[in-house]
């Protein structure tokens, strides 16, 4: 049995919601009662309800079942995409009654084969996650073994596993099927033996601890007598197997590889599961900039690691590298006084050897460059500056560099500031990139008759000491025709790019990343961005939770802050031992968003932005930051269409 643990989180759990999905009777009741039911004797179907839902649904405690039917998903090369399996026990037929426990389950998938013998191997194309939710909204997305898993089921309760595929960079095209086999079983030898007297665990264990400490490795250990140490191992293990708690495994002649097949041909529930690899590649770099903050002093403090150890920099290789997968060019960050920022994608100097091995990684669109003074005024803090320009300058990434010192500025003073400190970077590179985020124009200055003509005239305050204007997507609301003031003030031959933002706004209905909003609300971030015509992309944070001590501390989310707001994943030592970072449902969906962007600017390509922007309205995938859809099929339809107008084109645009 797999286990990991319940989330220790701050606040209360409770069911969920779905969206994106229509409703439909589900299955009739078992014809059987709750009790001690051999699972091995009884159909799954008897057992459980099993039913896939699309990627965009929230699958809650309390959602009821659908119809099973089979799994039919599209994608291109160098793309996820991703289904969910609910699981809801119509019984239980745990042993034990008072375990809380209806059942356990066996999650078998296979590999998917086309019929020219290419696969989709699982464990690398396909995985599976369980989906657990966090203040009682499924979020948390935590690894399952594969090929083969067991899970416990609780009664009364919904169970979702969110499974992936990503397709290779050079994957064949063509239609490639396997099986996902759900088995109602029996609760195996681990969660038995928490059942067993405190006797017999003690008797069991010596004689454990006695074969490991006779066949222990030596040295010294002559070969002879490590002959004799097997041979007494042996031994004491055939008596281990005679103890009475082993009986019921003796008096069944069928070995365990046996009656899992027998389950698996003979009661099993299989879920057909079919991908189609479209003839085209998403390109490795992404299109769109999207760059999401990691807060070092986060890590620091909940991985107790010194500034600079090689725990340290093994800690932010690993972040950045897990990262890159969902098409995010992640920058590491620590926030100074009056929200002044230290944003750095490579923590080595530009000069070492491993930096290159960031700034030249073909996944990465963007990255940040770390304004050394922030943390020292010194002459030593400034030419580290200046050797860290006269480097990356002359590299062909460096069209990719920015530099982010200030988040959201709101005074003339912080103006002069971010005015200050660009000086001085484009003292040792005129061509250096400068971001700034903002939401307001400067309290204090007389520029405009109200604050939204101050926001619209910042461009005209900052230049030339900012080069990416990074506007909060809260200040346009439901207003689409505020871009064409912001954008109007830009002067783009000059190399100025409007960006954009979101934090603890835009609230709902808009788009945005908070916990609870629904799937397609989520997705439709990257819709709006793409839309409104920004050309990057910066979210504040993806790990800013609460400071904690130790890895797997509870999860708190940030005091004023809308829940999920600067929290995209989660330490893995919440929920098991393994410390890869945990993804959460948000996240995949960020990624979902991104990718649309690369099917959209495909259509582009050949038919134009305002035909794109039509095929949108005409699929109702969206129309504005209060009219998208909440169904997933429009979604999958827009795609089709344009892989369909564009295969052509694909293939020459991204061989």
């Given amino acids: 049995m797999q286990n990991f643990n319940v989330p220790p989180v701050e606040g209360v759990a409770g069911g969920g919601t779905s969206y994106g999905w229509v409703h439909q009777d589900r299955e009739g009741p078992s014809q059987l009662t709750s009790g001690e039911i051999d699972p091995t004797k009884v159909q799954s179907t008897e057992l459980l309800h099993v039913w896939c839902m699309p990627s965009t649904a929230n699958v809650g405690q309390q959602e009821v079942p659908r119809p099973l039917e089979p799994v039919a998903l599209l994608a291109a090369r160098n793309e996820r995409e991703s289904i969910q399996i609910a699981l809801r026990p119509k019984v239980s037929w745990s042993a034990n009654s008072g375990s809380g426990i209806a059942g356990a389950v066996q999650i078998r998938s296979t590999d998917l084969c086309s019929s020219s013998g290419d ?78 007297p405190k006797d017999e665990k003690y008797r069991l264990y010596k004689e454990l601890k006695s074969c490991l400490d006779v066949v222990e490795p030596r040295d010294d250990k002559p070969l002879e007598e490590a002959v004799e140490g097997a041979k007494s191992a042996a031994s004491s293990l055939k008596q281990v197997l005679l103890l009475p708690t082993f009986q019921e495994c003796r008096d069944d002649n069928t070995s365990g590889d046996e009656m899992d097949e027998d389950n698996i041909i003979n009661t099993s529930i299989s879920i057909r599961f079919g991908v189609t690899v479209w003839d085209f590649t998403l390109p490795l770099t992404p299109s769109l900039p999207a760059v999401f903050g990691v807060s070092e002093t986060v890590i620091e403090d909940r991985f107790c690691l010194q500034h600079g150890s090689q725990s340290w920099y093994d800690a932010l290789d690993q972040h950045f590298e897990w990262l890159l997968q969902y098409r995010i060019s992640p920058f590491f960050c620590r926030w100074g006084e009056s929200m002044r920022v230290l944003a750095y ?179 439709a971030v990257m819709w709006r961005v793409w839309k409104e015509g920004g050309t990057g992309f910066l979210y504040w944070g993806a790990n800013c939770y609460e400071k904690a001590t130790i890895p797997s501390a ?95 084109e694909a293939r020459i645009l991204f061989a």
């Fill in 345 to 523: 994608t490579c923590p080595w100097p530009a000069d070492h050897p491993k930096a290159d091995s960031y700034y030249s990684d073909p996944r990465l669109a963007a990255y940040a460059i770390p304004y050394l003074p922030i943390l020292s005024c010194t002459d030593t803090a400034k030419d580290s500056l200046r050797r860290e320009v006269e480097v990356l300058k002359s590299k062909p990434h460096w069209k990719k560099a920015y530099f982010y010192l200030w988040d959201e500025p709101v005074n003339l003073e912080q103006y002069d500031m971010i005015r200050s400190m660009s000086s001085e970077i484009r003292a040792y590179a005129p061509d250096a990139r400068v971001l700034t985020t903002y939401y307001t124009g400067p309290s204090g200055a007389e520029l405009a008759a109200n604050n939204f003509e101050a926001f619209v005239k910042v461009p005209g305050i900052l230049r030339p000491h900012t080069q990416i204007f990074c506007t909060s997507e809260w200040v346009l609301g439901s207003r689409e025709d505020i871009v064409k003031d912001i954008v109007g003030e830009l002067q783009p031959e000059n190399g100025e790019e409007w960006w954009t933002y979101v934090c603890l706004g835009p609230t709902d209905p808009h788009p945005n990343w908070h916990l609870g909003m629904r799937g397609t609300q989520h997705r």
């Fill in 554 to 648: 509870e999860i708190s989310f940030r005091r004023g802050l809308p829940p999920g707001d600067g929290v995209l994943f989660y330490p893995g030592e919440v929920f098991s031992s393994s410390n890869e970072p945990v993804a959460s449902v948000r996240l995949e969906r960020i990624l979902n968003g991104l990718q649309d962007i690369e099917y959209l600017k495909l259509y582009s390509s050949k038919h134009g932005k305002e035909a794109a922007l039509s095929l949108m309205e005409r699929r109702g995938v969206y129309l504005g930051p209060e009219r998208y859809t909440l169904d997933h099929g429009p979604i999958d339809l827009m795609r089709a269409d344009i892989y369909q107008a564009c295969n052509f």
């Fill in 119 to 196: 696969r989709l191997v699982v464990g690398k194309s396909l995985t599976l996650r369980r989906v657990v939710s966090i203040l009682g909204v499924p979020d948390a997305l935590v690894p399952l073994d594969v090929p083969v898993s067991r899970i416990n089921l609780r009664p009364g309760e919904t169970t979702a596993i969110w499974v992936s595929v990503t397709v290779p960079y050079d994957q064949p095209p063509g239609q490639y099927e396997g099986q996902i086999i759900v088995t109602a079983v029996k609760p195996d030898a681990e969660s038995a033996m928490s059942y067993l």
